[in-house]
């Protein structure tokens, strides 16, 4: 009995030491006076770039470690707010213009409007600097990289149907008439137009005119007349025997589609071509990219647009003053670690001139993807809609926008909805 | 009259307390402590990274006054009567199977028990294919053109099929421990009583096994009121019959996680924990009707 008691005893003691410890290790998890950063990412296609990076600034600062971590993008987002609610943010995070706004203005972020003494961020452009600003218009995170969205399209199809390819002077009248005449020729589907934002209909609502929020984000776009003609344009698509419809595309995705040879185009971001390149091989030299075709009778402009988004690396406010996590951002924003990004071929780097590496990236394949359309639609790049509420209206709109694809409301009730619900959240701030 | 306790009998029960004190503590800190906290959160307005004001009852008659909650409620309820008696019927059956003498029971048993450990992201892939509309094997074999997965009326059978066939394994264990603890004398008495296996199995098993059965029936009601991974797993929120499958604990991650308003979300978790009391209520009175003690 005494030897029972003794063990129980023991047993004890060891669990709360385990406690203890336990306890210890999560409140180290902010501090990095040691040396030993975190860096928190979503994307497993940029795995590598980062840990180049990290590996290259260990190079040159051997005090400085820095731990690359990978979670999947809808748990990052319920981490991430629940490690900033409790304090405890990783030392370095990448930041989506979706969020940016959300978490600067409650004062979660680290003003890193004068992290450089000279002008490196004069190296970036207007949209870049603009997707790391908090609503009082100051730099919250240091760019990383920025995109575009691309047309993918299977040659082999355009060539049985006798389409020539697309190109710049494609309207989306050329897309619908590539369509039918694939459709007729192969009977596979044309242009695959689904339910998402920017890598969809966004790009629509720009090319005419239109626009989501507007200029001083007081209020959204959908009750606009350009903006509801480019929404009827894009939606209606699906009802030609050419496009599938929303139930299709929530089965397969239109990417799975298009890469099994269901399809003849889809738009895509230029941050996934590396991706589709290395996941298909068998399918490198059937299928290229072109740059977005133009809306042929805009509202306004000239018809061309692209939806550029762009992350940010950046850090807790609590990091203020703290010279290694800044020291380290401060080089992550530097031409030799955006260059060192850009030279993997996933997202293009931010600082402009590292163009031409993120180009070279995919002279490793036999098959040399046109992926030079993705940088000349910077030209006339929209910047990626976001607000301080858009958090709290993204999720409604895309179920409203489920709602108006199941026909269960009419288009036009539909989007004087996402008009509603928009105006909403802004008015509550 | 209580007898009070000798010394050496006291010290025994602070012994007794420390024994299970970290079983008590992880159940204060990891259960207890989150159910108050989101009892609290019900009545409260929640901005992002954790700040709320007290909102007294606005969250409740805003989720009543919901189309939305009402239909969830309603496909958490049709998910449980789709799934509960088919499983326990059928589980009970295998569970009579694997009782019976067949050769490689032991193999039977162990395939039975598998989806078990399977991982359940894993399964619902592996069905999602099998569903597919266009290219699924369930479709070629029955030579059907039926969207399993994205018609309002087939989505919620297709996630209750599979609901059914991860949960069997279990069930059907649980059950067969309680066929093995019903003694084989019963069964020879009545076989020279001249009993049919029929005859057999509704007034000896059924009987036997009834309180297994009612542990079982509970604790698959449970589950399948909570439910939540699977059909998150099957239904993406692109699809857009999301609003006829979502359970409750769906809707709540969705209010919770993604549209970040955990009061309101929290308010449903209440709903769905006094849905369950009630319902467990019920069948504590039911089974006074069913369930049988006397062995």
């Known amino acids: ?429 | 009259m209580r007898k009070a306790l000798s010394p050496a009998a006291r010290k025994e029960q602070h012994w007794a307390w420390l024994m299970v004190a970290p079983t008590i503590i992880g159940l204060l800190v990891l259960n207890y402590y989150p159910l108050i906290q989101t009892f609290i959160l019900s009545f409260s307005k929640t901005k992002t990274f954790g700040a709320s004001t007290f909102n007294g009852i606005n969250n409740y008659i805003e989720m009543f006054q919901s189309p939305e909650f009402w239909k969830a409620t309603w496909n958490t309820i049709l998910f449980c009567i789709l799934t509960v008696p088919v499983g326990i019927i059928l589980a009970l059956l295998v569970a009579i199977l694997l009782n019976a003498k067949v050769k490689f029971k032991s193999g039977f048993r162990a395939i039975y028990f598998l989806p078990m450990v399977c991982a359940p992201a894993a399964i619902a892939m592996v069905w999602r294919w099998m569903f597919n509309g266009e290219y699924g094997i369930i479709n070629t074999v029955l030579g059907t053109k039926i969207s399993w997965l994205t018609d309002s009326k087939t989505a919620i059978v297709a996630c209750a099929i599979v609901a059914i066939w991860s949960s069997i394994g279990y069930d059907a264990v649980l059950l067969l421990s309680g066929l093995q603890n019903i003694s084989k004398s019963y069964y020879e008495a009545a076989r020279i009583d001249g009993a049919s296996r029929v005859k057999q199995f509704f007034s000896i098993t059924l009987p036997m096994i009834s309180p297994t059965l009612f542990v079982t029936l509970i604790m698959r009601l449970m589950s399948s009121l909570k439910v939540y991974d699977l059909i998150y797993m099957m239904i993406d929120q692109s699809n857009p019959v999301l609003p006829d499958v979502q359970s409750l604990m769906y809707l709540f991650y969705r209010e919770a996680f993604v549209a970040g308003n955990k009061g309101y979300a929290s308010a449903i978790v209440i709903w769905t924990i006094f849905l369950i009391g009630i319902v467990t209520v019920i069948q504590f009175i039911g089974q006074k009707k069913w369930v049988n003690y006397d062995v």
């Not at chain 1, 994307?43 to 260990?58: E, F, G, K, P, V």
């Not at chain 1, 209606?236 to 589609?257: H, I, K, R, S, V």
């Not at chain 1, 509202?299 to 609590?318: E, H, P, Q």
């Not at chain 1, 394949?365 to 990626?384: G, M, P, T």
């Open chain 1, 1 to 429: 009995m005494k030897h029972l008691k003794r063990t129980a005893v023991f047993l004890m003691a060891a669990a709360m030491a385990l406690t203890v410890t336990a306890c210890g290790n999560s409140g180290s998890g902010g501090g990095s006076s040691d040396g030993k950063l975190t860096m928190q990412i979503w994307d497993t296609a940029q795995r590598d770039a980062m840990q180049s990076l990290a590996d290259a600034y260990h190079e040159e600062n051997p005090d400085v470690t820095i731990e690359v971590q990978v979670t999947s993008w809808d748990e990052y987002w319920t981490k991430l707010e629940a490690a900033a609610g409790s304090g405890n943010l990783p030392d370095i995070f990448w930041m989506h213009t979706n969020q940016i706004l959300l978490y600067a203005d409650n004062d979660m972020l680290a003003d890193v409007t004068d992290l450089y003494d000279d002008d490196t961020y004069s190296h970036y452009s207007d949209i870049s600097i603009a997707n790391t600003m908090g609503s009082d218009g100051r730099m919250y995170g240091v760019p990383k990289d920025k995109d575009t969205i691309c047309l993918v399209y299977n040659k082999e199809m355009f060539d049985q149907a006798g389409v020539s390819y697309p190109d710049e002077t494609w309207t989306w009248d050329d897309l619908t008439e590539a369509s039918q005449k694939i459709y007729d020729a192969t009977g596979k589907y044309g242009y695959m137009a689904y339910c998402d934002e920017q890598l969809g209909y966004w790009n629509f609502v720009y090319q005419n005119g239109g626009y989501i929020l507007n200029d001083d984000k007081t209020a959204a776009g959908f009750d606009q007349q350009a903006t509801i003609d480019a929404m009827k344009f894009y939606i209606g698509l699906q009802q030609n025997d050419w496009c599938p419809d929303q139930t299709y595309f929530a089965e397969t995705a239109p990417g799975d589609a298009f890469f099994s040879g269901q399809g003849a185009m889809y738009m895509e971001g230029d941050w996934t071509l590396m991706d589709k390149m290395k996941n298909y091989p068998e399918m490198q030299g059937k299928w290229d990219v072109a740059v977005l075709p133009k809306c042929p009778s805009p509202a306004s402009g000239d018809g061309r647009a692209t939806i550029s988004n762009g992350l940010c690396y950046a850090t807790s406010a609590k990091n203020q003053d703290n010279e290694t996590v800044m020291n380290f951002l401060k080089w992550l924003g530097s031409e030799e670690a955006q260059k060192l990004q850009s030279s993997y071929g996933t997202a293009i780097s931010a600082y402009e001139g590292c163009e031409d590496e993120w180009v070279a990236a995919f002279d490793q394949f036999d098959y040399k993807l046109n992926v030079q359309a993705c940088i000349d639609e910077f030209d006339y790049a929209v910047q990626s809609v976001n607000d301080a509420t858009r958090p709290v209206w993204k999720s409604k709109v895309n179920d409203e926008m489920l709602k108006i694809y199941g026909g269960q409301v009419s288009v036009d009730e539909g989007l004087k909805n996402c008009n509603d619900i928009i105006n909403q959240a802004i008015a509550e701030g």
